[in-house]
């Protein structure tokens, strides 16, 4: 079974996976981001005009995926006036023009893992209070409980999903992982000498595939309930420090490792991983690939795209 989705958004990174992976189950896809590209509309969904034009055109769709959004924490940091006006504001707009119309798709809002905060007892299930601690948690944990407010005000049927760290082929480097293979490559070609800037790399996190999010996004559309919030993770912990070894094992350089201070957080989470037993007691879905998997990915990725510079 398949469906009709609009995502916003998909001109990004797990966007333009979940387009990808829909097409592939037989879906009918729209997408829809601020650059318009190939499939994809061209549309702020901020703005009242664009999106009375969006909606014009999605009659009939069955599942809205809303992806669009300012993911990178130090960006929200730095201005938070804008993180809150696409993550929060144009969430806001967006559900209100659906409620106006009478939209019945399922919407699937993706919030963030990042709202658990520093978690007081692991694996984090999703009963754990909401403690943010940046402007880009925070603006989501008021888009995933606004969600809420309206499944249980209007009926608007949501889902809310939560995941974790997760990276893949094409994300940006500002991303660790993506940040490490690329500087791991750039050393394999000799057009970097063997240094590897690190932030903190005492931290834990739980990391999937991007692949494996894109296949929980749709296990949660065709089998998951309206109302709930699921995390989407991999219920493992990995510490940095084992992300580099996986990288030196891979590449076989033993690089010096220097802090970059750019690279640290005022404020940082020690050690988080969830528990996806809910969305596997709801839907079946379960993680698929490794860290190790992730990283060879990512190693692929950066060497193809450097080669072709």
């Known amino acids: 079974m398949s469906g009709t989705?609009?995502?916003?958004?998909?001109?990004?990174?797990?966007?333009t996976h979940l387009v990808?992976?829909?097409k592939s189950r037989n879906w009918e896809v729209i997408g829809c981001d601020l650059v318009q590209g190939e499939g994809i509309y061209k549309c702020d969904i901020s703005?009242?005009?664009?999106?009375?034009?969006?909606?014009?055109?999605?009659?009939g769709i069955t599942h809205i995926f809303h992806l669009s959004a300012i993911t990178f924490v130090p960006e929200s940091i730095n201005n938070p006036e804008k993180c809150f006006e696409v993550n929060t504001l144009a969430l806001i707009k967006f559900i209100d023009h659906l409620i106006?119309?009478?939209?019945?798709s399922t919407f699937i809002y993706i919030s963030t893992s990042e709202v658990y905060g520093i978690p007081e007892s692991l694996p984090v299930k999703?009963?754990?209070?909401?403690?943010?601690?940046?402007?880009?948690s925070i603006s989501k944990m008021a888009g995933d409980l606004y969600c809420q407010f309206v499944y249980k005000q209007y009926g608007f049927p949501v889902i809310v999903l939560r995941p974790f760290n997760h990276s893949g082929p094409g994300q940006n480097e500002r991303f660790v992982l993506s940040n490490f293979a690329k500087q791991f490559v750039e050393m394999l070609m000799g057009i970097r000498e063997n240094i590897l800037y690190v932030g903190n790399l005492n931290v834990e996190r739980d990391f999937l595939h991007?692949?494996?999010?894109v296949r929980a996004y749709e296990y949660i559309a065709m089998k998951g309930n309206l109302g709930e919030v699921y995390n989407v993770c991999s219920g493992k912990a990995v510490k940095l420090t084992q992300v580099v070894e996986i990288l030196k094992n891979i590449t076989g350089i033993e690089?010096?490792?220097?802090?970059?201070?750019?690279?640290?957080?005022?404020?940082?989470?020690?050690?988080?991983?969830?528990?996806?037993?809910?969305?596997?007691?709801?839907t079946g879905w379960e993680p698929t690939l490794s860290i190790e998997?992730?990283?060879k990915d990512l190693v692929e990725f950066w060497k193809i795209k450097i080669s072709q510079k």
């Open 5 to 15: 989705a609009l995502v916003t958004g998909a001109g990004g990174f797990v966007g």
């Open 255 to 282: 690089p010096q490792i220097l802090v970059d201070p750019s690279k640290t957080r005022q404020v940082d989470v020690p050690s988080i991983y969830g528990s996806y037993e809910k969305l596997f007691s709801h």
């Open 20 to 22: 990808r992976y829909l």
């Open 47 to 59: 703005d009242d005009a664009d999106l009375e034009l969006l909606l014009d055109k999605v009659n």
């Open 100 to 104: 106006k119309r009478g939209v019945k």
């Open 293 to 295: 998997q992730i990283i």
């Open 126 to 136: 999703e009963s754990h209070r909401l403690m943010p601690q940046n402007p880009y």
């Open 210 to 213: 991007v692949q494996d999010v």
